[in-house]
């Protein structure tokens, strides 16, 4: 495993990366993931640790690239939240609701989810361009960061003003109707991945309840004199046997379940507020151009010229992000489509391995 | 273990699945008669004691070696003959039922039969080795069938004063029962008033009367007051499978069967209501208190065990209950788990539909509306196996641990003819200090008076003596028949368990298989 020294900037190489985020380890306070990436054109692999602030640079950087057209008609990829303090499942169990990935008790799966937004990242034509990510993903030593105002973008929608401009019509009907299927997405699929993560969750309590049940089971057995008491025991251990075998039932359907759909329908419920904020920057500035001609319209004829090049300016940005944004979610809906079709199958595969291997070894053990 | 790829299921074995009842009359018999037989295997190696000429009573007495050893209760069978002779007159020797045992007990020697009371058959040849698996289809060929179902809860009358009637269905060709069918109603009072017959009869000699199920003030209101919820409804269907396990088991025992009460109970179309088991009336009230007083004396009473067998039985049971407890516990935890796993995934079946609904992608939008059909049909999957953990697993654990309190009762029971016998014998003491008083004082007249006094306890000394090792032995007995019928009773339960964990996991295979080609359908 080689290790790289900084290297020239002016030799970027715009091929794509080969990203793991292996593994997750506690360093005092805060955590560090542990990246191993090898950029496809070379040979070279790299291998370094990075915290969580230093992704959301990376996240920041890529909204604040200078000098591409469109930038703001990118469906960014979401990062996902930041993880808490400590690893324990508390925090889930006294909220009702599951609000992130984190709270899912599993660090695997967080670092499975910070490892597909490098992903979703590097397989951008044209995020994967933006230095950030090179030095991000190359670099031994994490890339030197400035205080990040809490994501501009993330707050947008937030403000009471900015609430007015989410509903203003669209001129483009294409646009209007996205807007429009994205709301409705998007409180479906969070309502989804939300009962689905609760599932999950019980899948796994079952499997606690079985293993309590299956102990409890040998508490029992101790003498054997009888032959009635050492039947009776017999069937206690088959019994407890069975329950183990349903445990690890249990356990691994939970696994697969958070490891397919429940993974699937987080990461498009956060990517459909991706989307959605993509959607208001474009109405935003539709919003602009219409002001613009507005005032365009009741200028005053000294100051015509000016606003004759504001229009034109708003006009032209308007226009690259619209032919961005278009771009951008004819290959998202492609994307989710496709990603949505694996998690299924591989729900479903994974599925019926368990139930045959469980099956078959229930009817060969139910000859009691 | 487990992870094995893909394999076809076996079979599954059909030899086991004769059995119907676990509670049975003929099992019970049957179980009697392989002490020392590995159930599971099958591996027949009969014990001594059925090429023991005694009547079937003895083998029970004579399980491990050591127990010959015992003298408390097991003096002779002889004994035990000469109890039945004289017993009272609810455990009837039915003569016919006798000839008829006795003719299979020649042809096959495991005499099945719900009757204990056997004095005839001293004929008996020793059994040929039988596997498990022969014994239990030789129950099927038997001719002994009492067969109970309690089926059909329907509300009667309205209001405060409405009840619920159950049908209890008999078919037997039990000589005892004049017809081959009977179908009786019953409310749940009546099953109650049975079960205070019975224990008044047969608890203080000894015997483990099964109790009933449990009183439910709460349950019952909901049900006259008219609530049609689920709750309501399960509580129904508990109480019918309840009924029906403890009617099962009554008949299951070879005593009880034989008393008159059960088979009016079975019989007769009206029953006179059975008012003493109200809870709140006055017969009640007098139960709490009686019972109560007896909790007191039973914490006075410190008996001088001869045997220690029982008293290594009682702490076995002790432990026994304990354990019991916390598996119902476990059980009570995992049904309930599956519940909400059942309505969540009912929950997410919903979710999912909608989202299918508003998907574009037409593709997409019919898989997802197929895995919300296919979630729907796991929800009701869960809910299934919800019930079975519930019904077979946890309500077997409840049985029990109500089971083993009657077990202690028949110790208790035990304990106080010691009692009284001992305090007979202070009460003769005291007869005869005051006769040799009298004696002393020279007053003859008394004198004859004393003597009469002093026979009439020596014979009631002698009377309770032998009433204990009397109870003694049927506690004995008792003790061991339940331990085989609980060995029985779980086995069947847990095949029944694994059955239906087996069809849950089939179902499982095939509601996902059905679900793979829409699933590769997408784009």
Redesign the interface.
């Given at each position: 495993m080689m290790d790289a020294g900084i290297e020239d900037n002016s030799n970027h190489d715009f091929s794509g990366y080969d990203v793991r985020v292996t593994d997750a380890a506690q360093n005092g306070d805060t955590f560090v993931y542990v990246i191993k990436s090898q950029q496809i054109s070379s040979d070279m692999e790299y291998r370094f640790e990075r915290e969580f602030e230093d992704f959301e640079w990376l996240h920041h950087c890529l909204l604040t690239q200078e000098g591409v057209t469109g930038l703001h008609g990118i469906i960014f990829p979401p990062l996902p939240a930041k993880p808490g303090t400590s690893l324990s499942n508390s925090e889930a169990k006294t909220k009702k609701k599951i609000e992130s990935l984190a709270m899912v008790d599993d660090w695997q799966m967080y670092c499975r989810a910070l490892e597909e937004y490098l992903h979703l990242v590097t397989a951008h034509p044209v995020l994967v361009k933006n230095p950030a990510v090179h030095s991000f993903l190359k670099h031994r030593e994490p890339p030197i960061k400035t205080k990040v105002k809490k994501g501009i973008f993330n707050k947008l929608t937030q403000a009471v003003e900015e609430l007015r401009k989410e509903h203003h019509k669209d001129i483009d009907d294409f646009f209007q109707n996205e807007r429009d299927?994205n709301l409705?997405?998007t409180a479906?699929?969070k309502?989804?991945a939300e009962?689905?993560l609760?599932?999950v969750l019980?899948?796994q309590?079952?499997a606690i309840?079985?293993g309590?049940?299956s102990t409890?089971?040998h508490?029992?057995i101790g003498?054997d004199?009888?032959?009635?008491?050492y039947?009776?025991a017999?069937?206690c251990l088959?019994?407890s046997?069975?329950l183990?075998?349903?445990k690890?039932?249990f356990e691994k359907v939970a696994e697969n379940d958070l490891n397919t759909l429940g993974f699937n329908l987080e990461l498009h419920s956060r990517f459909q507020d991706a989307e959605k904020e993509m959607l208001f920057r474009r109405t935003c500035k539709l919003v602009d151009v219409e002001t613009a001609n507005k005032n365009l319209g009741q200028a005053k004829p000294h100051k015509k010229a000016a606003m004759e090049d504001i229009k034109k300016a708003a006009d032209k940005e308007f226009d690259e992000i619209s032919g961005m944004a278009k771009v951008e979610i004819q290959r998202y809906?492609r994307e989710r489509?496709?990603a949505?079709?694996k998690a299924?199958?591989e729900?479903?595969?994974a599925?019926?391995?368990f139930?045959?291997?469980?099956?078959?070894?229930?009817?060969?053990?139910?000859?009691? | 273990m487990a992870d094995d790829s893909e394999r076809v299921p076996p079979p599954f074995p059909e030899s086991e699945q004769r059995e119907t009842d676990p509670a049975d009359g003929e099992s019970d018999e049957d179980s009697d008669d392989f002490e020392g037989e590995d159930i599971f295997t099958g591996n027949s190696q009969p014990s001594e004691p059925k090429k023991d000429p005694l009547p079937p009573a003895a083998p029970t007495t004579t399980t491990t070696t050591s127990s010959n050893t015992k003298t408390n209760g097991l003096h002779s069978d002889d004994e035990e003959q000469d109890i039945f002779a004289e017993a009272t007159v609810e455990l009837a020797l039915d003569s016919p039922l006798n000839n008829r045992k006795r003719e299979p007990a020649q042809a096959k020697p495991s005499a099945p039969g719900p009757s204990l009371t056997v004095t005839g058959p001293s004929t008996l040849k020793p059994p040929p080795a039988k596997t498990f698996e022969e014994l239990e289809e030789e129950e099927e060929e038997d001719a002994f069938e009492l067969n109970i179902a309690v089926t059909n809860p329907e509300k009667v009358g309205d209001g405060m004063n409405a009840y619920m009637a159950y049908k209890v269905s008999t078919q037997t060709n039990l000589p005892m029962f004049k017809c081959k069918t009977y179908t009786v109603k019953r409310r749940f009072s009546d099953f109650l008033g049975l079960y205070e017959k019975l224990s008044e009869k047969h608890s203080q000699n000894g015997y483990i009367v099964p109790p009933p199920p449990e009183k439910s003030i709460l349950g019952m209101t909901k049900v006259k007051v008219g609530k049609e919820d689920s709750s309501s409804v399960e509580f129904v269907e508990r109480r019918r499978a309840s009924l029906e396990r403890y009617l099962q088991r009554v008949v299951s025992h070879p005593s009880l069967l034989q008393d008159p009460d059960v088979r009016e109970f079975l019989e007769k179309d009206e029953l006179p209501r059975a008012v003493s088991t109200q809870a709140l009336s006055g017969a009640g009230f007098l139960k709490m208190i009686n019972r109560a007083t007896d909790a007191v004396s039973k914490m006075t009473i410190k008996m001088n065990e001869s045997d220690i067998w029982f008293e290594e039985k009682l702490l076995e049971v002790e432990s026994e209950d304990q354990h019991l407890r916390k598996l119902l516990s476990v059980v009570e935890t995992l049904v309930n788990h599956r519940k909400e796993l059942s309505s969540n995934t009912a929950m997410f079946a919903k979710s999912v539909a909608m989202l299918g609904s508003s998907e574009d992608n037409t593709a997409l939008s019919r898989a997802l509306s197929q895995l919300a059909e296919v979630e729907d049909k796991i929800e009701q999957l869960h809910q299934d196996q919800a019930c079975n953990d519930f019904f077979i697993l946890a309500e077997l654990f409840a049985d029990y641990i109500r089971l083993l309190t009657a077990v202690r009762g028949s110790f208790d029971h035990r304990m106080k003819t010691w009692q009284r016998w001992q305090d007979a014998q202070t009460t003769l003491q005291k007869k005869r200090e005051n006769e040799a008083k009298l004696l002393w004082a020279n007053k003859p007249d008394k004198l004859q008076q004393a003597k009469d006094e002093i026979s009439e306890w020596e014979s009631k000394v002698t009377q309770y003596e032998r009433d204990f090792e009397r109870v003694s032995a049927t506690v004995r007995k008792e003790v061991l028949r339940f331990e085989k019928e609980k060995a029985m009773d779980f086995k069947n339960q847990l095949v029944r368990y694994l059955e239906t964990l087996l069809h849950s996991h089939q179902q499982l295979i095939k509601y996902w298989e059905a679900f793979l080609p829409e699933a590769k359908a997408i784009a």
């Open positions: 299927s409705t997405l479906f699929t309502a989804a009962k689905f609760e599932i019980t899948e309590k079952i309840a079985c309590h049940f409890a089971l508490l029992g003498q004199d009888d032959p009635a008491d039947a009776f017999k069937m088959k019994l046997e069975v183990d075998t349903v690890k039932n809906h489509v496709r949505f079709q299924l199958i729900l479903e595969l599925a019926t391995c139930c045959c291997s469980s099956t078959g070894w229930l009817s060969l053990n139910s000859h009691v | -």
